[in-house]
């Protein structure tokens, strides 16, 4: 498998260099030259699969540079934890992909990623530097799936005041090889430092600097596997009944949109989903594009659902180049919805109210759009939500949605109790920089 940027203007690279570089030198994303299609045995609800196995499955068809033995080796430690299909009610289910280190679904991807890189290092004596922008849980994510990592260094890049004391916490108290910078203005400025990085070609070359944001295809072909094994769990679950239509549906609280691309992929390669709903905060670019046609950034709105804040979503390219650049292929596939705070708050109570269960508020916005048109507010066709976070990250939005708290988890409560380290800038490329080439 080769990997192309999207702007056409680099050369096709293999996995290796795709993910040491992260950014390709045209200043554009890479995306696979074709989409796989899954083995046979893959699509068979029958199928008995652990879900490492199947990881190592679904990602050796995307990357040939490493031995499939080797992929396997990563997936049995990067897939370490459940995935569970749970049924909330009739047609209305979640994917729960928040039961990792950090309890947000990017443990999956970044942890994967770590391995990835640590196996092409071990082959050789040089030391990389990782820049990564954080709306909330890739930080995290990324801090502790690369944590102690030898010959990487980390450098987060978070918007100060804007995600959660508990978020801040889980990638500001490692110390060592993981650096967290508090970024004094929005995600939007923390991903146009590190873009602006990855463009600054001396930088890239003194310091081998790549990054592990979901613009890197190591972040995001690992999180393809979650789709394809919802698939599978659905028809395991509903036995007969799942064989009837094509597929339940899958709708992706959606930032910066790695999280749905990987779906769509998961779809694009054979995996039995209907289709999409794109749920997005008040950060509604790509709502409004779907409706009008008009791509407008525009810096991002702060939100109870903080990871999802994101103006200028940059794998929403991806999403285009899957589809051709046209809007009518889009949307026959996907549905675009925004959903407010006031409509997040609402459903973290309807959800309790009617299922005793406790939705963050990131997975919320997904179930909120899930049940949105239909007057008994459950969806008129199957449909998996992706649960990407542990509602006890945002104890603030839960007590004001049910006037309850969550116990916290053993792995946020020693977040908790240690020391936070970070170094605060302005939104300067000169400081960040600096930083980056100490």
Same mark, same amino acid.
């Given at each position: 498998?080769?990997?192309?940027?999207? =702007?056409? @203007?680099?050369?096709?690279?293999?996995?290796?260099?795709?993910?040491?570089?992260?950014?390709?030198?045209?200043?554009?994303?890479?995306?696979?030259?074709?989409?796989?299609?899954?083995?046979?045995?893959?699509?068979?609800?029958?199928?008995?699969?652990?879900?490492?196995?199947?990881?190592?499955?679904?990602?050796?068809?995307?990357?040939?540079?490493?031995?499939?033995?080797?992929?396997?080796?990563?997936?049995?430690?990067?897939?370490?934890?459940?995935?569970?299909?749970?049924?909330?009610?009739?047609?209305?289910?979640?994917?729960?992909?928040?039961?990792?280190?950090?309890?947000?679904?990017?443990?999956?991807?970044?942890?994967?990623?770590?391995?990835?890189?640590?196996?092409?290092?071990?082959?050789?004596?040089?030391?990389?530097?990782?820049?990564?922008?954080?709306?909330?849980?890739?930080?995290?994510?990324?801090?502790?799936?690369?944590?102690?990592?030898?010959?990487?260094?980390?450098?987060?890049?978070?918007?100060?005041?804007?995600?959660?004391? =508990?978020?801040?916490?889980?990638?500001? !108290?490692?110390?060592?090889?993981?650096?967290?910078?508090?970024?004094?203005? !929005?995600?939007?400025?923390?991903?146009?430092?590190?873009?602006?990085?990855?463009?600054?070609?001396?930088?890239?070359? @003194?310091?081998?600097?790549?990054?592990?944001?979901?613009?890197?295809?190591?972040?995001?072909?690992?999180?393809?596997?979650?789709?394809?094994?919802?698939?599978?769990?659905?028809?395991?679950?509903?036995?007969? &009944?799942?064989?009837?239509?094509?597929?339940?549906?899958?709708?992706?609280?959606?930032?910066?949109?790695?999280?749905?691309? &990987?779906?769509?992929?998961?779809?694009?390669?054979?995996?039995?989903?209907?289709?999409?709903?794109?749920?997005?905060?008040?950060?509604?670019?790509?709502?409004?594009?779907?409706?009008?046609?008009?791509?407008?950034?525009?810096?991002?709105?702060?939100?109870?659902?903080?990871?999802?804040?994101?103006?200028?979503?940059?794998?929403?390219?991806?999403?285009?180049?899957?589809?051709?650049?046209?809007?009518?292929?889009?949307?026959?596939?996907?549905?675009?919805?925004?959903?407010?705070?006031?409509?997040?708050?609402?459903?973290?109570?309807?959800?309790?109210?009617?299922?005793?269960?406790?939705?963050?508020?990131?997975?919320?916005?997904?179930?909120?759009?899930?049940? @949105?048109?239909?007057?008994?507010?459950?969806?008129?066709?199957?449909?998996?939500?992706?649960?990407?976070?542990?509602?006890?990250?945002?104890?603030?939005?839960?007590?004001?949605?049910?006037?309850?708290?969550?116990?916290?988890?053993?792995?946020?409560?020693?977040?908790?109790?240690?020391?936070?380290?970070?170094?605060?800038?302005?939104?300067?490329?000169?400081?960040?920089?600096?930083?980056?080439?100490?």
């Amino acid at each position: 498998m080769r990997f192309r940027s999207i =702007l056409g @203007q680099s050369p096709v690279v293999g996995f290796r260099e795709a993910l040491f570089r992260g950014l390709a030198p045209d200043g554009s994303l890479y995306i696979p030259e074709f989409i796989p299609a899954l083995r046979l045995s893959l699509k068979s609800a029958g199928d008995a699969h652990r879900l490492p196995e199947l990881a190592a499955e679904v990602i050796s068809e995307f990357v040939d540079d490493i031995p499939r033995e080797e992929i396997r080796a990563m997936t049995e430690r990067s897939f370490s934890f459940p995935i569970p299909l749970i049924r909330l009610e009739q047609n209305l289910f979640l994917l729960e992909l928040f039961h990792g280190p950090t309890l947000a679904f990017k443990d999956v991807g970044a942890r994967f990623m770590a391995r990835a890189l640590s196996y092409f290092l071990a082959t050789q004596e040089q030391h990389l530097t990782i820049a990564v922008a954080t709306s909330g849980d890739t930080g995290s994510a990324v801090a502790h799936g690369f944590f102690n990592v030898p010959n990487i260094s980390v450098f987060v890049f978070y918007p100060s005041g804007k995600i959660s004391k =508990l978020q801040e916490q889980q990638m500001t !108290t490692l110390g060592g090889n993981i650096h967290a910078v508090e970024v004094e203005g !929005t995600f939007d400025d923390c991903q146009h430092l590190v873009k602006r990085a990855l463009a600054d070609h001396e930088l890239v070359r @003194q310091t081998n600097l790549t990054t592990a944001n979901s613009i890197n295809l190591g972040r995001l072909l690992p999180q393809v596997t979650y789709y394809v094994w919802a698939a599978l769990l659905y028809k395991q679950m509903m036995g007969e &009944a799942a064989h009837a239509g094509p597929g339940p549906a899958i709708a992706v609280p959606s930032g910066n949109f790695g999280n749905l691309t &990987a779906a769509t992929y998961a779809k694009r390669m054979g995996s039995p989903i209907a289709g999409f709903l794109s749920a997005s905060n008040a950060n509604n670019v790509v709502p409004e594009y779907f409706s009008t046609g008009a791509f407008n950034p525009r810096p991002s709105l702060q939100t109870y659902s903080n990871a999802m804040d994101v103006g200028n979503p940059s794998n929403f390219a991806r999403l285009l180049a899957l589809y051709d650049n046209d809007r009518a292929n889009l949307r026959r596939d996907i549905t675009a919805m925004s959903i407010s705070d006031e409509e997040t708050v609402t459903e973290m109570r309807r959800t309790y109210d009617r299922c005793g269960y406790v939705l963050d508020p990131h997975t919320a916005v997904g179930v909120a759009a899930a049940r @949105q048109g239909h007057s008994s507010g459950t969806p008129a066709l199957p449909t998996i939500v992706a649960a990407t976070a542990h509602p006890a990250k945002f104890p603030e939005v839960v007590f004001k949605a049910l006037g309850k708290s969550v116990p916290l988890p053993p792995q946020l409560a020693e977040a908790m109790s240690h020391t936070k380290k970070s170094v605060r800038i302005s939104a300067d490329y000169g400081r960040v920089r600096e930083l980056l080439g100490s």
